[in-house]
């Protein structure tokens, strides 16, 4: 038996560091990270609401949905995995062609 | 305090100590380590959560490929060492827009699940299998095409230009 409220507080400290992170840091692999705690935050809330409410849930009329939260937590790692690979190749690209990868110095679209 | 909550209460103080030294610290390996032990305490809760796939699945893809790829991705940029290096001007705001957040979200979690129990009960592997090969199979499809995807765009986005 544990309190709701534990992995839920957790969660919001993981997400308003990661919101520091992508806020304060310059270098774009240093963002890249921060954006993953932020989703890592998502994930734990969905697995402890999956399983909060699972014991609420009528197994009889949502037998599909049981562990819908865990799936969604699966899905949300798995497009979590793309969006590092192609972030990682637009930093690859910049550094290539700019000689830099801090977030700032990148400032073509702006007027 | 049941001994479910002190242990969740020590992994989660790890884990949360770890992401602040993720973004404060000022060597870009370090902070890629510091990920590490933070990504691996959140699989941690998930074990404590009784959500075994999910965590092992958490240790395989975040701990073994997601760090890896940051790690090839750091290598490969040259990253200055340092606080100024890393680190831009808004500092001081990010850290309260950072505890604002916080302290809201706090204050309504707190006020809506004070008295919330999680009974916890086993998930097992078979289950959630089944449960996504009977309700998510589109979903997981399309999963399947978005990483085909990401894939094709990542060669063509990093692929050196060849002169024509």
Redesign the interface.
Known sequence: MIRLVFPLIFSAALFSIGIYGVLARRNGVLVLMSIELMLNAVNVNLVAFNQYLRATLDPGSLAGELFAGQIFTLFVIAVAAAEVGIGLAIVILIYRNRETINVDEVNLLKW | M?L??WI??GL?AV??LA??R??TARN?VH??LF?VV??AM?AG??L????E??AW??VL??VG??VV??L???M??R?PIGRE????Q??G???V???G??AG??VL??DT?????????T?RTA??GA??F???VL?FEV?SF??L???I???V??R?EEAS
């Open positions: 049941t479910h909550e969740f209460s989660g884990g949360i992401a602040v993720l973004v870009v902070a890629a990920l933070s990504l959140v809760v998930y404590l959560l009784a959500a796939f999910v699945v958490q893809i975040y490929a997601i790829l940051l090839f991705g750091l490969l940029t990253a290096a890393l680190d831009n808004q500092r705001i990010s850290a827009v950072a505890v957040v916080l979200l706090s979690l707190w699940f004070r008295v919330s129990e999680i009974d916890l009960a998930s289950e959630v449960n996504l009977e309700s998510f979903p999963v978005l990483l995807a990401a894939l765009g990542a060669i986005l990093a050196k």
